[in-house]
């Protein structure tokens, strides 16, 4: 479903973009893919491909998660065990 830009549906999806980038911090790999996707969201919105931005929303979603995990998960195994 192609949609104009600017249609209320298409401003509805999240780009989770400064979200990706911070996840870069915690864990690289992960937050790479988070960035890739992050940045298919934002072209897909400009061509009004909704289902496609929303997928591609949803997997920078995914690997945001799995960055910040892995990253909370890292600096705790740093700082409590010796």
């Not at 911090?25 to 491909?49: E, N």
């Not at 909704?50 to 920078?60: G, K, M, P, V």
Request: positive net charge; contains cysteine; hydrophobic residues 55%.
């Amino acid at each position: 479903m192609f949609l104009k830009t600017g249609d209320k549906e298409l401003d509805a999806i999240p780009t989770y973009i400064v979200f990706s980038l911070v996840a870069l911090i915690f864990c690289f790999f992960p937050g790479a893919i988070a960035v890739y996707y992050s940045l298919r969201v934002i072209d897909d919105k400009k061509k009004g491909d909704a289902f496609t931005a929303r997928y591609h929303a949803s997997s920078a979603k995914l690997f945001v998660i799995v960055s910040y995990v892995i990253g909370i998960v890292a600096i705790a195994i740093r700082f409590f065990v010796k």
